[in-house]
């Protein structure tokens, strides 16, 4: 296990115990959540070494890489993602004319290949080797391993889009800063990670789902998000929400606490409805690179 000394956020180092949560996915081990007592920022601390972290991937429940549909959740998951995949598209179109785009973390594809049928010019960065060959077998999308972030241009990209997968960044202010260079000045970075400060998380507490331990390393609100991104030179241009992640990690949240999982619907509802003052279970964060 390596432990954190420095809070990611602010470089501060000192902390307070925050939460302890099971990974309820995999192992059932309990890790913990912890607090800056300077920023506020949350985070997973002790986390496993790199080297270990791929024992905490590997599941038939770990959904997000493969399209088997299996199960009422995975069902739904696969469903709304085929919706999604669209919007996102659209919403890259309202805030930028460019075409060049890097998705990080582009895992099988899908969105690659949604995103260049709609006209971009879009490759991807992913480590898993396997996800890379099914990106180019089915989707006929380019992407490369992670490590090739630090092989590109500066100046060569309008859109990075990270999709759920900032919270599992290691190097987290070196790839930062790595991004804001392959920029191109105005470019637009796209941030989707879970708000643990919504309604869901809120009252799901540890069994919220999408604390999603060890594996999300992060647990950003939009207040710690924004003062991160504004050190690395970007600029919060809007927030938008991703409704369905709320009914998704509600009823994985049930799940957890041996309910039933359509309970989650419910509450999926309450806590869009309540968004206003909590914000949504997931957001988008579109930031703008500073001149
Ligand atoms: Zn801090």
Not at 36 to 58: L, R
Not at 65 to 88: D, Q
Not at 201 to 221: G, S
Not at 229 to 235: I, K, R, T
Request: overall charge neutral; proline content about 3%; charged content about 30%.
């Amino acid at each position: 296990m390596n432990s954190i000394n420095s809070c990611p956020v602010c470089e501060n180092n000192s902390f307070k115990d925050f939460l302890e949560v099971k990974d309820h996915m995999i192992t059932k081990e309990k890790f913990l959540i912890v607090e800056c007592n300077s920023c506020g920022f949350h985070f997973t601390n002790p986390i496993p070494t790199p080297d270990k972290i791929g024992e905490y991937y590997k599941s038939e429940e770990y959904i997000s890489h493969s399209s088997n549909k299996k199960g009422m959740i995975n069902f739904l998951y696969n469903t709304v993602r085929e919706i999604t995949l669209k919007e996102k598209v659209k919403w890259i179109k309202n805030e930028t004319n460019g075409k060049e785009l890097l998705d990080i973390g582009s895992g099988t594809g899908h969105f690659l290949k949604t995103v260049n049928d709609a006209g971009f010019v879009g490759i991807g960065l992913e480590p898993d080797a396997d996800a890379r060959e099914f990106a180019h077998k089915n989707n006929h999308v380019r992407s490369s391993s992670q490590e090739e972030l630090y092989n590109i241009d500066e100046n060569s990209f309008d859109v990075v889009t990270m999709w759920h997968v900032l919270e599992h960044v290691y190097d987290l202010r070196k790839d930062l800063k790595r991004i804001e260079e392959i920029l191109k000045s105005n470019g637009k970075f796209f941030i989707a990670v879970p708000n643990m400060s919504s309604y869901d998380a809120r009252y799901y507490k540890e069994d919220w789902a999408a604390y999603d331990v060890p594996r999300h390393l992060y647990h950003f609100t939009e207040r710690d998000i924004s003062k991160l991104l504004a050190e690395f030179g970007f600029d919060l241009k809007k927030v938008i929400p991703m409704k369905y992640d709320a009914y998704y990690v509600s009823m994985l949240s049930e799940k957890y606490k041996n309910r039933f999982s359509l309970l989650g619907v419910l509450q999926g509802f309450v806590s869009n409805m309540k968004a206003k003052k909590y914000g949504y279970s997931s957001q988008v964060y579109v930031f703008e690179k500073r001149n």
